[in-house]
């Protein structure tokens, strides 16, 4: 069982170091996306006001959730200072019905966009969820990070206050 699990973790980081290769350093691909409020946001139109953060994420993910319970107090604190979140649903026709009434139930202030066939996930290479992408006030990924963890939120934090310096 050791082994198995030792397996998968090599396994997980190969595709982490090999995502981070295809994208890193380089400009993030634009996208037009659909919010939860059937407005549009189109990537290229918030690049220049400083860092923005996609986090790829569905409803039926339990890490997601929490994940998404810590950034959105990221979000509160930087979000006059020119921080950009959007969060970025990869829920399909079977649970999209489900978003809206989560993201207003727990109250989350940041943007929610609908990614309903994974377009833009495929081409952020986020084939695991939760899955976020640093992009500086520049429009290049700076960052990427695959899962949630307790305590990854300090860790991005520090990385989105480097970039509003």
């Not at 407005?39 to 997601?64: D, M, R």
């Not at 929610?112 to 640093?134: E, F, G, M, T, W």
């Not at 429009?139 to 949630?148: E, N, Q």
Request: glycine share 6%; net charge positive; aromatic share 10%.
């Amino acid at each position: 069982m050791k082994k198995i699990f030792f397996c998968i973790v090599i396994l997980f980081s190969i595709i982490s170091f090999a995502q981070d290769d295809l994208i890193k350093g380089k400009s993030a691909p634009n996208f037009k996306l659909e919010n939860i409020d059937g407005g549009f946001t189109e990537l290229s139109k918030v690049i220049g006001k400083g860092p923005i953060l996609l986090n790829f994420w569905a409803t039926w993910c339990k890490p997601c959730m929490e994940e998404m319970t810590e950034l959105n107090k990221i979000h509160e604190e930087f979000k006059d200072k020119g921080f950009t979140l959007l969060a970025i649903s990869t829920d399909n026709e079977k649970t999209i019905a489900k978003v809206k009434p989560l993201v207003k139930s727990k109250g989350f202030s940041f943007t929610v966009l609908l990614d309903k066939n994974s377009d833009v996930a495929r081409k952020y290479y986020a084939q695991q969820i939760p899955y976020s992408v640093l992009i500086d006030s520049n429009g290049k990924i700076t960052d990427l990070h695959m899962g949630y963890m307790k305590g990854d939120e300090k860790k991005l934090r520090e990385k989105i206050l480097s970039l509003l310096k």
